[in-house]
């Protein structure tokens, strides 16, 4: 099968974009008011990329608050 690789596969770079954000817990309402820098960032990024394949996207400690823990349950 390895030797045949070339009768199935079709090999080519792949380009992507990953973006990765730590949050740090921030209620949304805190990262409209954390300044220009903050607020442009994910459109900062996505103008930057230069047509990729793929583009992902990563958030880390994103708080979930209760009120939409609860509206999202009912």
Do not use: H
Not at 15 to 26: E, R, Y
Not at 38 to 46: A, C, I, P, Q, T
């Amino acid at each position: 099968m390895a030797r045949s690789t070339d009768s199935y596969c079709n090999f080519s770079p792949l380009k992507l974009g990953i973006f990765t954000w730590n949050v740090d817990g921030q209620n949304p309402d805190q990262l409209e008011s954390s300044g220009p820098v903050d607020k442009e960032l994910l459109g900062s990024f996505l103008t930057s990329l230069k047509a990729p394949d793929l583009v992902v996207f990563n958030f880390q400690e994103v708080r979930r608050t209760l009120r939409r823990c609860t509206s999202a349950e009912s």
